[in-house]
T-cell receptor
């Protein structure tokens, strides 16, 4: 069974640009969550999607948005990029949005904003 | 919202010794506490988890304990080996279930860099 797949693996963008990251969950998993990982702040929850609906959102500005498609694949968008957005963006999939089940992480997308 | 504190940030132990990493959480409604291991350049992977109706769980050399009253939980690794070197993250969440409405995502601690000295 294929794991969680994130594309692209690496991305370099300029301040002010926007970026879209993609996440394909494990087959059959319907919940996708996104996290930002930085050396100083660790792993921070961005948002979670289930059945094409955002179920919860972390404490990030509105420049961070996402969506989920009918096949459970999810995309995350960051507009008007800032230097501080440089981070590893991880998505995690689980079978259902019940938090008491294991979340499987993808390899992440390393975003560098210059 | 939930806040998870994790200590220490770096832990160095001799191979064969035990390692203990501690976390505290703030929201008494949290009921699920997973631990993830992240090796350099790799994705976080679940190593063990515990639910609030259990006080202790063990899986070979790894154990987790939970004290709901004090709102803290700990990871214990015995007989440490070089391959245990990694960053370990604790997390907490409120699992309300699909039919229970909204639920928070996982709130992670800032991580512990475990170094196993040969």
């Amino acid at each position: 069974k294929a794991g969680v797949t994130q594309t692209p693996r690496y991305l370099i963008k300029t301040r002010g640009q926007q970026v879209t990251l993609s996440c394909s969950p494990i087959s059959g998993h319907r919940s996708v969550s996104w996290y930002q990982q930085t050396p100083g702040q660790g792993l921070q929850f961005l948002f979670e999607y289930f059945s094409e609906t955002q179920r919860n959102k972390g404490n990030f500005p509105g420049r961070f948005s996402g969506r989920q498609f009918s096949n459970s694949r999810s995309e995350m968008n960051v507009s008007t990029l800032e230097l501080g957005d440089s981070a590893l963006y991880l998505c995690a999939s689980r079978l259902m949005p019940d938090k008491n089940t294991e979340a499987f992480f993808g390899q992440g997308t390393r975003l560098t904003v210059v | 919202g939930e806040n998870v504190e994790q200590h220490p940030s770096t832990l160095s132990v001799q191979e064969g010794d035990s390692a203990v990493i501690k976390c505290t959480y703030s929201d008494s409604a949290s009921n699920y506490f997973p631990w993830y291991k992240q090796e350099l350049g790799k994705r976080p992977q679940l190593i063990i988890d515990i639910r609030s109706n259990v006080g202790e769980k063990k899986d070979q050399r790894i154990a987790v304990t939970l004290n709901k009253t004090a709102k803290h939980f700990s990871l214990h690794i015995t007989e440490t080996q070089p391959e245990d070197s990694a960053v370990y993250f604790c997390a907490a969440s409120i699992g309300s279930g699909y039919s229970g409405g909204g639920a928070d995502g996982l709130t992670f601690g800032k991580g512990t860099h475990l170094i196993i000295q040969p």
